[in-house]
């Protein structure tokens, strides 16, 4: 389920310009510091490391 809503907010961040919070509650996650230690962990960054590499321009 983790995995799920990684690649949700993943997604999120490379298509939107949602603000953080909007990408948190709509990937799943009610906590935004469980979210950013999870996506952290499994992505080898912070959520708006991966939005500046990874986001179509």
Sequence with gaps: M???R???AKKL???TAQQ???VI???GYNDPK??????RKT?????SQYRD?????
Excluded: W
């Design 6 to 8: 990684v690649e949700a």
């Design 13 to 15: 961040l490379e298509q």
């Design 53 to 57: 590499k990874f986001q179509s321009r």
């Design 34 to 39: 469980a979210f950013r230690k999870i996506f």
């Design 25 to 27: 509650f709509n990937s």
């Design 43 to 47: 992505v080898g960054m912070t959520p």
């Design 2 to 4: 983790q995995q799920t």
């Design 20 to 22: 953080m919070t909007e």
